[in-house]
């Protein structure tokens, strides 16, 4: 069964430290998404990938937060500086979403896969 | 803006026993309801899904009722198994405001006991 790759599986860096993730989506999966799960939250998105471009970054923090998806299949996520309060589970997902543009009527979410996350932890 | 609220948790049942937990919502556009189940260790894994009002989804015995007129997406199964313990989010997706963003409830973590 294809898989959503991520690593590292687990990081721990101290505060004021750039930190990244990577992602690995399904082949052929042109929607790419990057969550953030605090520890007793359901997770939150941070942004979103169409191939290549990002359609929507709204919660992402940009001052010390980046992601990058150059050639439309894996992915980077970066912090710089990492804060303590950043300690989470960084979570990639992929879909076949077919997007044309928001509510334009019936679109798809097949084949919608989590990886299995990053655990960072700032100290 | 959107957003799911699950009942408080934990829940702590014995095996055999009937499990609800429940989930609703507030959404701006057509929302698609989602259950996810994360057990101990693993990623996050589509449980069941309705995308119209009055589907029903099931999986492995669970179910859970798209009810828009009580804006709800209650989980049910009939006799929980001790391999059920895990956390369960509830989620939507609303197509009228969102590219295929899941916004997830804040979890209830579920602990069965033989």
């Known amino acids: 069964e294809a898989e959503v790759a991520q690593s590292p599986r687990y990081k721990i860096t101290e505060k004021s430290q750039a930190v990244a993730f990577w992602c690995d989506p399904i082949s052929g999966h042109a929607t790419l998404y990057w969550y953030r799960q605090i520890l007793g939250q359901g997770p939150e998105l941070l942004v979103q990938?169409?191939?290549?471009?990002?359609?929507?970054d709204s919660q992402l923090p940009k001052d010390r937060f980046s992601a990058e998806r150059l050639k439309g299949v894996d992915s980077t996520l970066k912090i710089q500086p990492a804060e303590l309060g950043d300690s989470a589970v960084y979570l990639c997902?992929?879909?076949?979403?077919?997007?044309?543009?928001?509510?334009?009527?019936?679109?798809?979410?097949?084949?919608?896969?989590f990886g299995s996350g990053t655990r960072l932890t700032v100290v | 803006g959107d957003s799911v609220t699950q009942m408080e948790g934990p829940v702590t049942l014995s095996e055999e026993a009937f499990l609800t937990i429940n989930c609703t919502y507030t959404?701006?556009?057509?929302?698609?309801l989602f259950w996810y189940v994360q057990y101990p260790g693993e990623g996050l894994q589509l449980l069941l899904k309705a995308t119209k009002a009055d589907d029903k989804g099931s999986n492995k015995g669970f179910e859970a009722t798209y009810r828009k007129e009580t804006t709800s997406f209650h989980l049910e199964k009939g006799s929980v198994q001790v391999s059920d313990s895990a956390v369960y989010f509830c989620a939507l997706s609303d197509r009228g405001t969102s590219y295929g963003k899941l916004t997830f409830g804040q979890g209830t973590i579920l602990t069965v006991h033989p």
């Open positions: 997902a992929s879909s076949l979403a077919e997007i044309v543009r928001v509510g334009a009527g019936p679109w798809r979410l097949d084949g919608y896969t």
């Open positions: 959404a701006t556009g057509y929302p698609s």
């Open positions: 990938f169409q191939d290549e471009s990002v359609v929507d």
